[in-house]
């Protein structure tokens, strides 16, 4: 599965097929207590998250920080103990962790 939205987080990483998917399963009251700490998209594009009591939302900002997704990338790989190489790019990186991937 294709991942689309990358959430920062304390697992450190939580990874979505789409917004829709994301919004649909992080939950308000985590967005609230600041559980999230950053979201980005494939490339690095960085996304905002808020809520309004029921649902969360997220929207795309106009920022991009790759460097901090590929160093979010490597601590989840290193969190879950799959072997990567440290020059591995982020299209590597994102289909190592594909298969933790939610719908």
């Known amino acids: 599965m294709r991942i ?10 939580v990874f979505f097929s789409s917004v829709r998917a994301a919004e649909m399963a992080l939950e308000w009251i985590d967005v609230r207590d600041g559980v999230y700490t950053a979201l980005y998209g494939r490339a690095g594009e960085c996304y905002e998250i808020g809520e309004d009591g029921r649902d969360v939302f997220i929207r795309p900002t106009s920022a991009n920080d790759s460097d901090a997704l590929l160093a979010l990338l490597r601590a989840f790989l290193r969190a879950v103990k799959v072997e990567f190489a440290e020059a ?3 299209e590597a990186l994102l289909s190592r962790c594909e298969r933790y991937c939610i719908e």
Do not use: K, N, Q, T
């Open 88 to 90: 591995e790019g982020l």
């Open 4 to 13: 689309e939205i990358i959430v920062a987080a304390d697992e450190p990483a």
